[in-house]
């Protein structure tokens, strides 16, 4: 499942690859927008979420069209999953299961926003909003920069919550590292190099991720691992897994904090670029994973 919008999905770069493996595997692989109401997705034997990347733009018509899709068992990940994971305010879930997570404070209002400002603990303070993609009203500032309160009084406009953490200076040099995960088993994972810079702006004045792939480090992994045992269990705790089984897919994004330690960022467990090229077998992962969910597999 995609989208129409194709300023959205201009630079989607794991859709060759991906068309390329489920031709090799003989499944017919469909690109359905979520916008088109013609479309009987009942129709399809199995429908895999990747990229409605105007779903931001269009928050309420997707929430609505997901949510008139709850019954459907076709959709991977699972509708429940995704309306839980669109909100980032599921990093506070995770981190009450164990899981390392940037600090991360949710303001809902300006005396928030000033409070968890002023106590973050470093110089410069990341802000965004709780639903974003794309680094959309993102920003790093210094602490006391009147541009951060701006921003934070453009998220709340909107009606978000506020995400303020301290800026972990180590990504600047290291980057972050995300990992793929497959049926629940680490698949590849990639660098992807800072994207924001001083000020609320944008590293070379716009957004360009550079990616390159890499061996993750264990203790990296070990996070990973953590985040992906805790959203599965909270998953199926839930209803929206069966108790044996997996996510289809899940990408789980980890910086460094300025103490060294590995943190998550984010999980994201639909419609996540898997950056395909990094890793020659990953297409193909990435459709047995789907084989397996296919009826009579």
Not at 92 to 102: K, S, T, Y
Not at 137 to 153: H, I, K, M
Not at 182 to 209: C, I, M, N, P
Not at 266 to 276: M, T, V
């Amino acid at each position: 499942m995609t989208t129409i919008d194709h300023d959205a999905i201009h630079d989607d770069v794991d859709l060759p690859f991906q068309v390329t493996a489920f031709a090799d595997s003989g499944i017919e692989l469909v690109q359905v927008p979520w916008e088109d109401r013609t479309v009987d997705w009942d129709s399809f034997d199995l429908i895999v979420v990747r990229s409605p990347w105007n779903y931001v733009d269009r928050l309420d018509e997707f929430r609505h069209w997901l949510y008139e899709r709850r019954h459907m068992t076709t959709i991977h990940n699972s509708v429940s999953l995704i309306e839980w994971n669109i909100d980032k305010r599921y990093l506070a879930d995770l981190a009450e299961r164990g899981v390392p997570i940037v600090p991360t404070v949710f303001a809902e209002s300006m005396e928030q926003f000033q409070v968890a400002a002023a106590s973050a603990g470093s110089s410069e303070i990341v802000v965004k909003p709780s639903v974003s993609a794309g680094s959309r009203l993102t920003g790093r500032f210094a602490v006391d920069d009147a541009a951060a309160e701006e921003l934070a009084s453009q998220i709340l406009a909107k009606g978000f919550a506020v995400m303020v953490q301290p800026f972990a200076s180590r990504i600047d040099d290291q980057g972050e590292i995300g990992t793929v995960l497959f049926d629940g088993v680490v698949s590849h994972s990639f660098r992807k190099a800072a994207l924001l810079a001083e000020g609320g702006e944008l590293v070379g004045g716009e957004y360009r991720e550079e990616i390159s792939g890499v061996v993750a480090s264990d203790d990296v992994l070990f996070v990973v691992e953590v985040a992906s045992i805790a959203a599965t269990t909270i998953a199926r705790e839930s209803g929206w897994l069966a108790a044996n089984e997996e996510l289809l897919y899940g990408r789980y994004d980890v910086i460094r904090l300025d103490d060294g330690s590995p943190a998550l960022l984010e999980a994201e467990l639909f419609e996540p670029c898997f950056f395909l090229p990094t890793d020659a077998e990953a297409p193909h992962r990435f459709v047995d994973a789907v084989v397996r969910r296919m009826p009579n597999s």
